[in-house]
């Protein structure tokens, strides 16, 4: 199953390291990264595979979801079947 | 490979535009709880409620965070009520509505509907408790949704429970007079009553429905119309094919919705209601994609046609985005639930009889519009007899779901609070009497189908 991570926020120093961090702590693959700085503030759109990981979905993304506010970005976590179905046929 | 674009736009669809699943909707049918003992039936009907819908908000909570995706509401529509509880011995059929109202709660759903009768052509004994019983059914409750359905196209229309239920709906509005009339909110009387309509006040799981099934209503008006930001004085066919490239989108995301649901509810997946449903929230409208087109205010000339086009392309989008389709399927423009609604009521360039003229092309019919308390019952079953002929003569669902608030006059406003919204009260301009036309009785026949000029 694959999962899309968005990643919004202001710049900082580490944002890319603790995403990442947490998803190696949990199996999950890093499979395409997307990341750009406009105006001082970080977009990121990271597609990971989750198949092997042993952490609910919901789960990791409460993680990313409380890491994220620590440092101030949003983190949202999603299925990526929504993307899917609603763009291909 | 998914696209980083493709990713944005549906973010974007949902963060900004309001994009969400507005309601899975469990039916479940009551059937089996048959009971001449009133006690029994009514633990009957708790027990087979709270025991199919266990885990129905749960699922729709998992779901939701799992896609990322909003699900407003989680319901649950039962058989109606006057044919389950039809063998009861018993006079008043309101503690079934509290055992409804019990076991919504118990199982964290915010509306249950089905106290329901399908009288469009004679009453039975149980069909006469239950409209008896709706005002005070629907007073001492709080999340029971009562609908009465008295006309079809292919039998008519019953002119007695026409009558009634103009009384019907002025009792029930001073049973609730403490709350504007709140009551009223939760009654819709149709015409050619769809039996899988998944959204409320309507719901009721109809007699040839499966034991349970699970349905999803879309919504998306706020998607609809940034797409058509984009497209500043294309012509028609462009409007229409891009309502329809985004009503497919979004169809497609309730499809993988009640897929999911079906499959972890075990339960059967029923239809998808391809609705655009709106919310009293700013950037979430039917009134608005309407002044998109170039209208500049909803109601003046031009938005009959605006809005035959929108509910068209609406369900030519959807359909193929989803293997099954039904329910009311199109755009709603119920009033108090619609900023640009109650922004052109209160303008004065929306009146009742515009709305009675777009209820001939839009979904359902006249919704969620509060008049003057004073408003005679007669007047009432009058605006309920043209809604019922206009949906008898073009085979379509219309419904009549009117709040007359006592103490209120043309000026005031009416606040019913959430996602039922707000709104002016909305004047009824023709005060000449229906009451001889109303009190006559009886059954308007069945219209030709053929010769239809």
């Known amino acids: ?89 | 490979m998914i696209s980083i674009d493709d990713i944005i736009e549906t973010n974007e669809m949902i963060t900004e535009n309001k994009l969400d699943v507005r309601t899975i909707t469990m039916g479940i049918s009551l059937r089996d709880c048959a009971h001449p003992n009133m006690e029994q039936f009514c633990r009957n009907v708790y027990d087979k409620i709270t025991k199919s819908a266990e885990f129905l908000v749960k699922t729709g909570e998992d779901i939701e965070a799992e896609y990322g995706i909003p699900i407003i509401h989680k319901r649950v529509s039962v058989t109606p009520i006057a044919i389950a509880a039809d063998a009861c011995k018993t006079d008043t059929y309101v503690p079934v509505a509290e055992a409804m109202d019990r076991a919504a709660k118990e199982i964290g759903v915010n509306f249950i509907g089905g106290f329901s009768a399908l009288v469009e052509k004679g009453f039975t004994n149980g069909d006469r408790i239950l409209i008896n019983s709706i005002p005070q059914a629907l007073a001492m409750t709080d999340v029971v949704c009562s609908s009465v359905n008295l006309g079809s196209t292919k039998t008519g229309i019953n002119m007695d429970c026409v009558r009634e239920m103009g009384e019907v709906i002025k009792r029930t509005a001073e049973l609730t007079r403490d709350n504007d009339a709140l009551g009223c909110a939760k009654l819709v009387v149709f015409c050619n009553a769809p039996g899988d309509n998944p959204f409320m006040a309507g719901a009721f799981h109809g007699v040839s429905e499966a034991d349970k099934v699970v349905s999803v209503g879309v919504s998306g008006p706020g998607v609809v119309k940034h797409a058509l930001e984009a497209k500043k004085g294309a012509d028609f066919t462009e409007v229409a094919e891009t309502i329809k490239k985004t009503a497919f989108k979004i169809t497609r995301v309730g499809q993988l919705v009640a897929r999911e649901a079906s499959k972890r509810l075990g339960v059967p997946f029923g239809i998808i209601d391809l609705s655009l449903a709106p919310t009293p929230a700013v950037g979430d409208s039917v009134a608005r994609i309407i002044e998109e087109m170039g209208i500049e205010s909803c109601g003046a000339p031009g938005t009959t046609a605006a809005l035959a086009l929108l509910n068209d392309a609406v369900k030519k989008g959807g359909l193929m985005a989803s293997s099954h389709v039904g329910g009311l399927s199109g755009a709603f423009i119920p009033v108090s639930e619609d900023e640009g609604m109650i922004n052109a009521i209160k303008t004065g360039s929306l009146s009742l009889e515009k709305l009675e003229a777009m209820t001939c092309v839009c979904s359902v019919g006249l919704d969620m519009i509060a008049i003057e308390g004073d408003t005679s019952a007669a007047t009432i079953s009058g605006i309920i007899a043209d809604e019922a002929a206009i949906g008898m003569i073009n085979n379509k669902t219309t419904a009549v779901r009117v709040i007359p608030v006592p103490g209120k006059k043309v000026g005031d406003m009416v606040e019913f609070g959430g996602l039922l919204g707000y709104c002016p009260i909305v004047p009824v301009r023709n005060q000449y009497s229906s009451a001889a036309f109303i009190a006559r009785g009886g059954r308007i026949p069945a219209p030709i189908r053929s010769l239809t000029n």
Do not use: C, P
Not at chain 1, 9 to 29: C, F, P, T
Not at chain 1, 56 to 78: F, T
């Open chain 1, 1 to 89: 199953m694959k999962l899309v991570v968005t990643v919004v926020g202001k710049d900082r120093v580490g944002i890319i390291a603790m995403v990442s961090q947490i998803l190696a702590e949990n199996n999950v693959n890093i499979l395409s990264i997307n990341q750009n700085i406009l105006d001082g503030y970080f977009n990121m759109i990271l597609i990971a595979e989750i198949s092997s990981s042993k952490i609910k979905l919901v789960d990791l993304q409460k993680k990313l979801r409380e890491s994220g506010q620590e440092i101030n970005v949003d983190i949202k976590a999603q299925h990526a079947d929504i993307f899917n179905v609603m763009h291909n046929i």
